[in-house]
Nanobody, 122 residues
Framework: QVQLAESGGGSVQAGGSLRLSCAASFYSTNRAWFRQAPGKEREGVASIYAGAGTTYYADSVKGRFTISQEYDTNTVYLQMNSLKPEDTAMYYC??????????????????WGPGTQVTVSS
């Protein structure tokens, strides 16, 4: 069964940290984390390419979030530090073959996990 499974969400205070995990039952060119807050569009947060491990980040999370991959378990992580209330959202893992210039376009991904909630309180 082809699937993505996220874990690691939760509630923290501002300045805290969380690590999200995305386990996959298949291989893809790249995997990305997206987030969607109530009333807002889904936005790309970070992406990693399986071959060279190249990473991309949204400006809003650069320097605070780190995406990484563990080849043995086919798991992608999102380490989130210095969390802010505006990081509150449902976080989704996505897999696909997006060209690097389009990594943050949700429509480039054909497989999505069910999401995990991240809530940051001030």
């Amino acid at each position: 069964q082809v699937q993505l499974a996220e874990s690691g969400g939760g509630s923290v205070q501002a300045g805290g940290s969380l690590r999200l995990s995305c386990a996959a039952s298949f291989y893809s060119t790249n995997r990305a984390w997206f987030r969607q807050a109530p009333g807002k569009e889904r936005e790309g947060v970070a992406s990693i390419y399986a071959g060279a491990g190249t990473t991309y980040y949204a400006d809003s999370v650069k320097g605070r979030f780190t995406i990484s991959q563990e080849y043995d378990t086919n798991t992608v992580y999102l380490q989130m530090n210095s969390l802010k209330p505006e990081d509150t959202a449902m976080y989704y893992c996505a897999a696909g073959s997006a060209p690097p210039g389009t990594w943050s376009a949700a429509w480039m991904y054909n497989r999505w996990g069910p999401g995990t909630q991240v809530t940051v309180s001030s």
